[in-house]
C-alpha cells in the first residue's frame, strides 16, 4: 500500500489530490497544514497538506512525491484546519480554495511564513569533495565553499561582506549538492503588554458583563452584549481584552467594514501598550502579509480586522468579539466562498474553548432566536454611560403633512426649532445622488440604464447620469432624446436635500456624507470634524452616517423616508429598516441632551413600525419573529440559494430548472424556484435564483452534498456563472 499525503491545491475542483512524501532525504512527513510544492500537470503549485492515508485511488505509478516542503511548521495550525474544513463543508465550497484563501496572497505563492534569513552551508558532499582536492579549476566556487566549510551556516548579509559576488558560485555548488540554502526563521524579541491607561470605572451593567464573559475564559460561551449606541460596549470589550492579555492569551476583535476606523484604532492603542495586527480589506499584499506574518509568529497580542480576519491566526486565542455582530458586511456575498465571519467566529470560539461576544444595539434576529433558545446568554446594557437620555421616536405621517421636496413641515419646524436652540441636525435618506429619476415632460420618457433593469440617478453638480448598480456613466441631457422636450428630476437623493435644506436655512452651515462626497482618504474624518467643532449645523447623509461616529451635540435626528424597507420582496428588509432606524436614532442626544427622532412614512400603521415605537427594538423584534416563524423563514428554517447569471435570461433560468429537476423530490428540503431575480438585468446580466429550504440542518445539508456535485456537472452549467449561497442574507 502507498503512503501518500492529501493535499488541498487553490483549483475549484471538489476533491484532495494525492503525493508520495517527498523524496529522501527529506524526512518525516510534513505536517496537516504545512505548505509544499507539487508538480500539477504542467505547473508547479503550493499547496496545504491537509491529512495522511495509507490508500489513494491513484495508481501507484501515477502518483508523484511532492517537489518541495516549504514550511518547518504548518502555516495553518490544527485549530485554523479544523474550522476551514468545518467552513468548506457547511459552506459547501470547494475545500483547495477555502484553505488558500485564509492565506495572504504572497503565501500562497509560497513566501515564507515567518519573518526569517535564508542562510547557507556546506553539505557532507561538499566537505568530501574539499577533502579530494576537488574544484581545483574553480576558485570562487572552492573560495565560498571553503569559507562554508569553516564558519558553518552563513547568512546572505555576512556572504555579501565577506564573498563579494557569490550567488553565481552557490548555484553552481548547489546544483552538484555540495552547499545547500535554507530559510531560518528570525526569533522574535519577547513583548510584554500591559495597561497604558485605565479606563473609567464602569458602571454596576457594564462590571456585571465583564463578571459574566471573565468568568468563562478558557472555555467556550456565546455572549450576546445588547446595548445602544455609547451604552459603553466597546469599554467592556477593552476590559475583557485586558484580562485575556493579563493570562498571556490574545484576543481577536471582527469590526464591520466601515466600523474599522482610526478613532477605534487610537482608542485600543491609547488603552495597551501591546503590539496589534490589523486586517482589513485596503491592505496592499505586502502590508497584509505583515499583518499576518505578526499574527502568525505572536508578535500581535490582539488582531483586530474586518470579515476575512476571522481566519486570521491567533495562537493562544483567549477571546473573539464580533462587534455590530448585525452588520451586513460580516457576511461575505460575492465571489465564490459566501461565508458568514459571525456565524465562523462562534464555530471558532467552540472549537478553541474561548468565550465570543457579540455586541450590537440591535442584534440579528437569528442572534435573539439564539437567545430565546438558551444557546446565547445576553448581556444588557440598559444606560448611556455618558448620562444621556435615549432619545424620543415620532412618526410623521406622509399623507396628512405637506412635503416640500422630501422635507415635510413638521420636520422643516422641528429643524428649526433644533437650530434655534443650539442644537445638530443629521438628516437621513438612503438614496446618494440629486434624484433617482430623470423625466421627459413631453413624452414621458425616463432615463433607463441601458445595461440594467435600473433608472440613471441624476448627479447635478457633476453633471452626469449614474447607475447605481452598474456604474455606468454618461452626461446629463438638457433635453429628451425622444422628443426633444425639456426634462426634469424626480425624486430626491441627498444631494437635492443638502440643496433644499441650504435655501431653507441659509444661516446653517451644511455637510454632506455619503460616497460621492467621501472618496478619499481623510474626507470622512473632516465631515466628522466639522461636526465635532460645530462647524457645520446640519448634516445630510446615507448608510455611512449611521455606524461609527460620535456626533454628541446631535439632538434631533430625521430619517426623510422609512418605506423602501416595509414592502420589499426580501424578507429581511424590515429587520435592516429597524436596524437603521435605531442606529441612526442612537446618534442623537449622545451628549447631555435629549434627542428626537422624526421618521417620515406613509405607512405609520404598519405592524413593524409601531411595534418599533412602542416597544422599541426589542418589541419590533419579537413581532417580526413572529412573522417570520408564520412564514418559515429563517431562523425557523434553513436556506441555501442557487444563483446563476448569463447573458440571456434563458440561459440562467435554464440552467437552474435543470438543477431542480436533477433534485427530484430531496427528503426533508423544499425547492422554490427558479425565478428571475427582483432586479433580473444588471451590468447586462441576467440573474435568477432557485432556493432550498428545510426545517432542519441536517436535511439540508446531506442534500447539497449530493445535488451539487451533479450539478456541477451540468451540460447547462458551462454557459453561466453560478455560486451557492446558505444562509444567505440578501434574497433577489
Ligand atoms: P459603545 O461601544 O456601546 O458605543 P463606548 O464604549 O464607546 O460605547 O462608550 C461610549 C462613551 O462613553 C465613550 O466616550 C466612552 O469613553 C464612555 N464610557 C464608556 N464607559 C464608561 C464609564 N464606565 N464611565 C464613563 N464613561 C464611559
Ligand atoms: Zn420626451
Ligand atoms: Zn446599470
Given at each position: 500500500m502507498p503512503h501518500v499525503l492529501r493535499v488541498a491545491l487553490d483549483t475549484p475542483l471538489r476533491r484532495l489530490f494525492d503525493y508520495l512524501p517527498p523524496a529522501p532525504p527529506a524526512g518525516a512527513d510534513p505536517a496537516p497544514g504545512t505548505r509544499v510544492r507539487v508538480p500539477f500537470g504542467r505547473q508547479r503549485l503550493v499547496g496545504i497538506v491537509v491529512s495522511a492515508a495509507d490508500t489513494s485511488e491513484i495508481a501507484p505509478q501515477r502518483l508523484k512525491p511532492i517537489l518541495e516542503v516549504l514550511d518547518a511548521t504548518p502555516v495553518l495550525d490544527e485549530a485554523s484546519l479544523e474550522l476551514l474544513e468545518w467552513a468548506a463543508r457547511y459552506y459547501h465550497h470547494p475545500e483547495g480554495e477555502v484553505l488558500s484563501g485564509a492565506l495572504p496572497k504572497a503565501l500562497r505563492l509560497g513566501a515564507p511564513a515567518g519573518a526569517s534569513?535564508?542562510?547557507?552551508?556546506?553539505?557532507?558532499?561538499?566537505?568530501?569533495?574539499?577533502?579530494?582536492?576537488?574544484?581545483?579549476?574553480?576558485?570562487?566556487?572552492?573560495?565560498?565553499?571553503?569559507?562554508?566549510?569553516?564558519?558553518?551556516?552563513?547568512?546572505?548579509?555576512?556572504?555579501?561582506?565577506?564573498?563579494?559576488?557569490?550567488?553565481?558560485?552557490?548555484?553552481?555548488?548547489?546544483?552538484?549538492?555540495?552547499?545547500a540554502s535554507s530559510e531560518v526563521p528570525l526569533a522574535r524579541p519577547a513583548v510584554c503588554a500591559s495597561v497604558r491607561a485605565p479606563g473609567p470605572e464602569l458602571l454596576p451593567e457594564q462590571g456585571a458583563a465583564v463578571e459574566a464573559v471573565g468568568a468563562a475564559l478558557g472555555r467556550f460561551g456565546a455572549f450576546v452584549l445588547h446595548g445602544i449606541t455609547g451604552s459603553g460596549k466597546t469599554e467592556v470589550y477593552l476590559r475583557l481584552i485586558e484580562r485575556v492579555l493579563a493570562r498571556g492569551g490574545r484576543s481577536l476583535v471582527l469590526v464591520p467594514e466601515i466600523g474599522l476606523t482610526p478613532q477605534l484604532l487610537a482608542r485600543f492603542r491609547a488603552r495597551f501598550d501591546a503590539p496589534l495586527a490589523v486586517l482589513h480589506s485596503a491592505l496592499t499584499d505586502a502590508e497584509r502579509l505583515a499583518a499576518w506574518r505578526d499574527a502568525f509568529g505572536g508578535h500581535a497580542r490582539i488582531v483586530l480586522g474586518t470579515r476575512s480576519a476571522v481566519f486570521a491566526p491567533v495562537p493562544d486565542l483567549g477571546l473573539i468579539v464580533v462587534d455590530e455582530e448585525h452588520d451586513a458586511s460580516f457576511k461575505q456575498h460575492e465571489g465564490g466562498f459566501r461565508y458568514s465571519a459571525r456565524d465562523l467566529a462562534v464555530v471558532r470560539a467552540r472549537h478553541a474553548q474561548v468565550p465570543v461576544v457579540l455586541g450590537s444595539a440591535t442584534p440579528s434576529l437569528e442572534t435573539l432566536h439564539n437567545v430565546g433558545a438558551g444557546r446565547y446568554t445576553r448581556l444588557r446594557l440598559e444606560r448611556r454611560a455618558a448620562l444621556a437620555v435615549p432619545p424620543l421616536l415620532k412618526l410623521v405621517d406622509l399623507r396628512h403633512n405637506a412635503m416640500r421636496s422630501g422635507i415635510s413641515t413638521p420636520a422643516a419646524l422641528a429643524i428649526e426649532r433644533h437650530l434655534g436652540e443650539d442644537g445638530q441636525v443629521l438628516v437621513f435618506l438612503n438614496r446618494r445622488g440629486y434624484a433617482p429619476t430623470l423625466l421627459c415632460t413631453g413624452c414621458g420618457w425616463i432615463a433607463p440604464c441601458r445595461e440594467c433593469d435600473a433608472r440613471l440617478t441624476v448627479h447635478l453638480a457633476a453633471g452626469r447620469l449614474r447607475c447605481h448598480h452598474c456604474g455606468a456613466d454618461a452626461p446629463l441631457p438638457a433635453r429628451c432624446p425622444q422628443c426633444g422636450f425639456a426634462v426634469k428630476s424626480v425624486g430626491q437623493g441627498t444631494e437635492r436635500v443638502e440643496e433644499v435644506l441650504a435655501a431653507q436655512f441659509p444661516q446653517a452651515s451644511l455637510a454632506r456624507l455619503d460616497r460621492d462626497t467621501v472618496r478619499r482618504r481623510g474626507d470622512l474624518e473632516a465631515v466628522v470634524r466639522r461636526m465635532a467643532t460645530g462647524e457645520a449645523r446640519i448634516l445630510i447623509g446615507t448608510q455611512m452616517v449611521t455606524k461609527g461616529h460620535d456626533f454628541p451635540n446631535v439632538t434631533l435626528v430625521v430619517v426623510l423616508n422609512a418605506d423602501q424597507g416595509l414592502f420589499s420582496t426580501d424578507f429581511r428588509a424590515p429587520e435592516r429598516l429597524a436596524q437603521t432606524i435605531v442606529q441612526v436614532a442612537g446618534r442623537a442626544g449622545r451628549g447631555t441632551r435629549p434627542g428626537e427622532v422624526l421618521i417620515q412614512t406613509e405607512f405609520p400603521d404598519h405592524p413593524l413600525l409601531k411595534s418599533l415605537l412602542e416597544h422599541g427594538y426589542e418589541g419590533f423584534a419579537r413581532a417580526a419573529l413572529a412573522e417570520r416563524a408564520q412564514a418559515r423563514w429563517p431562523p425557523f428554517s434553513r436556506l441555501a440559494a442557487l444563483r446563476a447569471s448569463a447573458r440571456s435570461a434563458e440561459a440562467a433560468l435554464g440552467f437552474l430548472s435543470a438543477a431542480r429537476t436533477l433534485a427530484g423530490r430531496p427528503r426533508g428540503v423544499r425547492l422554490l424556484g427558479p425565478v428571475p431575480a427582483a432586479m433580473a438585468r444588471r451590468a447586462g446580466r441576467h440573474y435568477a435564483q432557485l432556493l432550498a429550504e428545510s426545517t432542519e440542518r441536517a436535511p439540508l445539508h446531506t442534500f447539497l452534498d449530493e445535488w451539487l456535485p451533479q450539478v456541477e456537472q451540468l451540460r447547462q452549467a458551462r454557459a453561466v456563472r453560478w455560486s451557492l449561497d446558505v444562509d444567505p442574507i440578501e434574497l433577489f
Open positions: 534569513e535564508e542562510r547557507w552551508l556546506a553539505t557532507g558532499a561538499g566537505a568530501a569533495a574539499l577533502a579530494a582536492g576537488e574544484l581545483r579549476r574553480a576558485p570562487k566556487q572552492r573560495a565560498l565553499l571553503e569559507l562554508l566549510a569553516a564558519e558553518g551556516p552563513c547568512a546572505t548579509g555576512l556572504l555579501d561582506a565577506r564573498a563579494g559576488s557569490w550567488r553565481e558560485a552557490a548555484r553552481a555548488l548547489s546544483a552538484r549538492g555540495f552547499i
